[in-house]
């Protein structure tokens, strides 16, 4: 990307006397994988569209400790978030978006026992709540029509109930919305769940990833739509593993709205 994103810091908000609307917690995978680079781009891109005065934390944000605390590691973990906790309180912040359903989970419910409470939203419904206050827009564009199916993070869904913003924003970009066989309460791991995107596969005949592109592949997609870095990274592995990402391809939701309004 050629032109340069302006994203601010909390430092930089401190030392000018300002507060942001809203902290945007990047996340390891979004700082650091290339390809959730991507999700945390277009998400800037929508924030900025929509006038939201927001900061990250940048070199103060560190891992939440998701991956090791579901390794079993809760010293480390206990560790990573009194760290962070000790940061956003310095800060005195109030609302956490991010675009991880592992942080976004581990921010609003573990966090609170280890003194840390705030609002946190999943970008998702951050970008669906800027809809229904009339800051942002969103047009059909190029994703008009198209056969869109979402895949729901378990962290998201299954474990916090967040199953309609991501649905109604798709819906919101005049797509025909599929869904897989199973989804919602029904919905099915993509496979990197409970730190195992770290580890090698268990014992097993089928790799958790490619049974739920199968699922997917079922209801014929030109498009799945992802909610997680993590997701987003498998359903990819497991529409290369099928030969199709000629025909399918995998979206965050952040980027099919941004993509729909060419920022």
Not at 225 to 253: L, Q, S, Y
Request: include cysteine; glycine fraction near 8%; charged fraction near 25%.
């Amino acid at each position: 990307m050629s032109e340069q994103l302006n994203v601010p810091t909390m430092a930089e908000f401190m030392a000018a006397g300002k507060k942001p609307e809203v902290l945007f917690w990047v996340g390891c995978a979004g700082s650091f994988d290339d390809r959730a680079k991507k999700i945390t781009k277009a998400f800037v891109k929508l924030l900025h569209r929509s006038k939201v005065e927001f900061a990250v934390l940048g070199t103060e944000e560190s891992c939440t400790g998701d991956p090791a605390k579901r390794a079993g590691n809760e010293f480390l973990f206990q560790m990573q978030a009194v760290t962070n906790i000790e940061v956003l309180n310095a800060y005195e912040i109030k609302k956490i978006v991010t675009a991880c359903p592992h942080c976004f989970n581990t921010i609003k419910n573990e966090y609170p026992g280890l003194g840390g409470s705030y609002e946190v939203m999943h970008h998702t419904q951050f970008l669906k709540s800027l809809l229904d206050e009339g800051r942002l827009t969103i047009e059909g564009g190029q994703f008009k029509g198209k056969r869109i199916t979402f895949h729901d993070p378990c962290y998201l869904g299954r474990g916090n109930g967040v199953y309609e913003a991501p649905r109604e924003l798709i819906r919101k970009l005049d797509a025909e919305l599929v869904e897989m066989k199973s989804c919602k309460s029904r919905g099915l791991c993509c496979g990197a769940g409970g730190a195992q995107m770290f580890k090698d596969a268990e014992p097993g005949d089928k790799e958790v990833n490619i049974a739920r592109t199968e699922q997917a592949i079922d209801v014929k997609p030109e498009i799945i739509a992802a909610g997680c870095p993590f997701c987003n990274t498998m359903m990819t592995d497991g529409v290369k593993n099928k030969e199709r990402e000629a025909d399918i391809a995998v979206m965050d939701i952040a980027e099919l709205i941004a993509n729909a309004q060419d920022l």
